[in-house]
């Protein structure tokens, strides 16, 4: 494992695979190393196809830290410094929420050669803030373990009979503690919905990128990468089969392989 001090102080924990053209995977909401095995063996898989990886933990989660108050640009500024340790350009691909952090870097014009989006969770017009204010009342009271169960019912909206068997898994503890930074996506998901110019918001954005989903995902979540991909400048579109919101190693790796080689 290796690390990088971001901007603001903050010690960021990565992980480095393979040799070539930098790709930094950027989970989503509550998402980490300990608990995201299948990031960790995508980036595994496109190390061996020829490309330098790196898995991190985001800050507030696992072994980074979490220098506060929290802003959108503190998690900008880890992936520059990430792209900095790396050589000054690297590809971002990102999972669920973590497009909101990989579309402000490439904005920000911080050496993102391209971007690979799978699912990102943007809906034009529709409020986290009732969610924003319930999570944050439940971590004000030290209540992690609701506020994580909040989160996957009202926010995600997975039948609470399934929350309670995920509650029984032995990596719910490392889920829960990764709670307060819930608030994080959900305020950087929000800043994106309540925007109703994503075409200007992302004018920037004019490094290939490619937006990806699955075919048995959670309703809404297609339609969703529709519009991304139809506001960004120079965006794709692609479809995987049999993939659900989070997807197969086997299953993105040879987009991302195609992708990337293009």
């Given at each position: 494992m290796s690390t990088v001090t971001s901007a603001d102080g903050t010690v960021i924990d990565y992980d480095r695979y393979g040799d070539g053209p930098d790709v930094i995977f950027i989970g989503g909401a509550a998402s980490y190393r300990a608990i995201d095995a299948a990031t960790t063996q995508t980036a595994k898989r496109?190390?061996?196809?020829?490309?330098?990886?790196?898995?991190?933990?985001?800050r507030g989660?696992?072994?980074?830290?979490?220098?506060?108050?929290w802003a959108l640009d503190r998690e900008l500024e880890d992936v520059a410094a990430l792209i900095t340790a790396v050589g000054g350009a690297a590809a971002l691909c990102t999972n669920s929420s973590g497009a909101s952090i990989a579309l402000a870097?490439?904005?920000?014009?911080?050496?993102?050669?391209?971007?690979?989006?799978?699912e990102p969770p943007f809906f034009a017009g529709l409020?986290?803030?009732?969610?924003?204010?319930?999570?944050?009342?439940?971590?004000?009271?030290?209540?992690?373990?609701?506020?994580?169960?909040y989160n996957l019912t009202s926010v995600i909206g997975l039948p609470a009979a399934a929350v309670d068997g995920m509650a029984r898994a032995p990596w719910w503890a490392a889920m829960v503690a990764a709670a307060p930074t819930l608030v994080y996506d959900h305020a950087a998901t929000n800043e994106v919905n309540l925007d109703p110019d994503w075409r200007g918001r992302w004018a920037k954005v004019t490094v290939p990128t490619i937006v990806c989903s699955g075919d048995q995902t959670f309703p809404g979540l297609p339609e969703a990468a529709d519009a991304v991909a139809a506001a960004l400048p120079n965006a794709s579109r692609r479809t995987l089969p049999g993939q659900g919101h989070q997807p197969a190693p086997e299953a993105i790796v040879p987009v991302l392989v195609e992708f990337l080689r293009s």
């Open positions: 496109l190390a061996a196809e020829g490309f330098t990886t790196v898995d991190y933990d985001r989660r696992g072994r980074s830290g979490d220098t506060q108050p870097a490439a904005s920000a014009g911080v050496g993102v050669t391209a971007l690979a989006l799978y409020s986290f803030t009732t969610h924003l204010t319930a999570l944050r009342s439940l971590l004000a009271d030290a209540k992690n373990d609701e506020a994580m169960r």
